[in-house]
């Protein structure tokens, strides 16, 4: 079975910075996908950014990029000019190709510091 | 506008009843999913549907249960038999092509009294 690990239950930053929140998966699989979503105090999930497993290049959404390590099975989020509105809950996600089972992580918390 | 409805947003319980979630969405899409969160953790899957009149368990399906009898809805009943039913649970849907961004309801407070 799938797993998704994020260790960093609560991390803080000062606006404008960047910083990193980490993921980690395990699975047997070759071909899956990986998602960051935020979930503002709204409560809302938000897609952030998405990465196919095939593809070796780390996607970019403006202000957000990730770090794929495939070998590693590591998926980092880092997000740059940290602004007020990314204080939120970030949960790593992956779906395993040919299978719609999407397994979440326990999130972690962002505080952005003015 | 498409999107993904569910409803009641609060709902609250007595012990030994049984209950159902509505989750309605008109985006077309053949999967849908329910998870379940809990305060300060993070979603866990209870069951979820890749195609009508299908589905399949997810990490915590005990005491739950589903249906799909259409594409556009995925009601769950939260039964007796479920211990801790209070609860923040979200259902998502997703196109059948693997990859493509689930989306979300807005989410259904359970509260047990």
């Known amino acids: 079975a799938q797993t998704v690990t994020q260790s960093q239950p609560e991390m803080s930053v000062q606006e404008a910075e960047t910083v990193t929140l980490s993921c980690t998966y395990d699975?047997?699989?070759?071909?899956?996908?990986l998602f960051w979503y935020k979930q503002p105090p709204s409560r809302q999930m938000i897609l952030v950014i998405r990465?196919?497993?095939?593809?070796?290049q780390n996607a970019t959404e403006n202000r957000f990029s990730v770090n794929f390590q495939k070998a590693a099975k590591s998926f980092s989020l880092k997000i740059s000019d940290s602004q007020l509105g990314d204080a939120a809950m970030y949960f790593c996600?992956?779906?395993?190709?040919?299978?719609?089972?999407?397994?979440f992580g326990t999130g972690t918390r962002l505080t952005i510091i003015p | 506008d498409g999107g993904i409805t569910q409803s009641p947003k609060y709902l609250f319980r007595k012990e030994g009843q049984n209950v159902t979630l509505s989750c309605e969405q008109n985006?077309?899409?053949?999967?849908m999913y329910w998870y379940r969160q809990d305060p300060g953790q993070g979603l866990r899957l209870i069951y979820y549907?890749?195609?009508?009149?299908?589905?399949q368990k997810g990490d915590i399906a005990e005491g739950y249960s589903v249906s799909r009898e259409k594409k556009e809805s995925f009601p769950l009943t939260v039964t007796s038999a479920q211990k801790n039913p209070t609860a923040f649970y979200l259902c998502?849907?997703?196109?059948?092509?693997?990859?493509?961004?689930?989306?979300f309801g807005q989410g259904t407070r359970l509260t047990v009294v």
């Open positions: 998502a849907s997703s196109s059948y092509r693997a990859g493509t961004e689930a989306f």
């Open positions: 699975t047997s699989e070759s071909d899956y996908y």
């Open positions: 990465q196919e497993a095939y593809k070796q």
């Open positions: 996600a992956f779906m395993e190709f040919g299978n719609e089972k999407l397994t």
């Open positions: 985006l077309n899409h053949d999967a």
């Open positions: 549907s890749q195609i009508v009149n299908d589905f």
